[in-house]
């Protein structure tokens, strides 16, 4: 039973890594992520706006939505209702997952490997 | 044939009559009773021939829908040309305006988004000024 639980939850971390570098690995995502850096928390009206006049990116109403909840899925945005209007967000704390299973080579730890 | 009209959903009438000139700046050109309503409506003191804004009761059933829809998505029902978008920016948000998109370059075209207190959010733009000119 445990050993099912430990495999489980092996895979849903794999999936989460994985669904993590499938969502940011489409230049419309990452286009929408450089605009959200620019000026957090955007409607879906701005969003679209930037994409087609500064990316040159013109994909329907729709499929930016859809990008967005790819997004969303992933942790890597956040929508916020306030009042009558919906605001996005960026959330770059799904990152840290990467880093954590690729950390940074430090020094110590890359001499520690060339030691014979 | 020509534009001579354009129209915008309103909540109410004499609200919205108020924003439109006190607030933005128009002027009351038209205001003829109707029964309950109006017909209301307003031009730009830079073009009081030109193209008249109609203030339309927003009393038919599908037009909350409709509207609410743009709105939560953040799009303007229409747009108004302004001289500089950032003066217009700080002047109408002292007045307490609402703006759902601050001023932003977006290629040739400067563009923010405001809610007009009457159930719609409106785009102004300015074209960039050609520093060669």
């Known amino acids: 039973m445990a050993r099912l639980l430990t495999g489980k939850c092996s895979l849903a971390f794999n999936g989460g890594v994985d669904s993590l570098l499938k969502a940011l690995a489409d230049p419309t995502r990452a286009a929408i992520l450089d605009e959200l850096v620019d000026r957090d928390g955007q409607t879906l009206f701005e969003?679209?706006?930037?994409?087609?006049?500064?990316?040159?990116?013109?994909?329907?109403?729709?499929?930016?939505?859809?990008?967005?909840?790819?997004?969303?899925?992933?942790?890597?945005?956040?929508?916020?209702?306030?009042?009558?209007?919906?605001?996005?967000?960026?959330?770059?704390?799904?990152?840290?997952?990467?880093?954590?299973?690729?950390?940074q080579q430090t020094p110590e730890s890359s001499s520690e490997r060339t030691k014979p | 044939m020509r534009i001579n009209l354009a129209s915008i959903f309103v909540d109410d009438?004499?609200?919205?009559?108020?924003?439109?000139?006190?607030?933005?700046?128009?002027?009351?050109?038209?205001?003829?009773?109707?029964?309950?309503?109006?017909?209301?409506?307003?031009?730009?003191?830079?073009?009081?021939?030109?193209?008249?804004?109609?203030?339309?009761?927003?009393?038919?059933?599908?037009?909350?829908?409709?509207?609410?829809?743009?709105?939560?998505?953040?799009?303007?029902?229409?747009?108004?040309?302004?001289?500089?978008?950032?003066?217009?920016?700080?002047?109408?948000?002292?007045?307490?305006v609402v703006f759902t998109q601050q001023p932003t370059a977006m290629g040739p075209v400067t563009t923010a988004v405001f809610d007009d207190t009457c159930g719609n959010l409106i785009q102004i733009a300015a074209m960039a000024q050609n520093p060669g000119a």
Do not use: M
């Open chain 2, 13 to 96: 009438q004499a609200k919205a009559l108020d924003f439109y000139t006190n607030t933005l700046g128009f002027e009351k050109k038209t205001e003829i009773p109707l029964g309950d309503f109006s017909w209301l409506t307003v031009v730009s003191p830079e073009a009081r021939d030109g193209v008249e804004l109609v203030l339309e009761p927003a009393n038919h059933p599908a037009v909350k829908t409709f509207r609410d829809a743009l709105v939560a998505d953040g799009i303007p029902f229409t747009s108004f040309s302004v001289a500089d978008v950032q003066i217009e920016f700080e002047r109408l948000a002292k007045l307490g």
């Open chain 1, 47 to 103: 969003i679209c706006a930037r994409l087609a006049n500064k990316h040159g990116i013109t994909p329907t109403r729709q499929a930016v939505s859809q990008h967005l909840a790819v997004l969303e899925g992933v942790g890597l945005l956040r929508s916020e209702r306030a009042g009558r209007y919906k605001f996005h967000f960026i959330d770059t704390s799904p990152l840290q997952e990467i880093s954590r299973r690729w950390p």
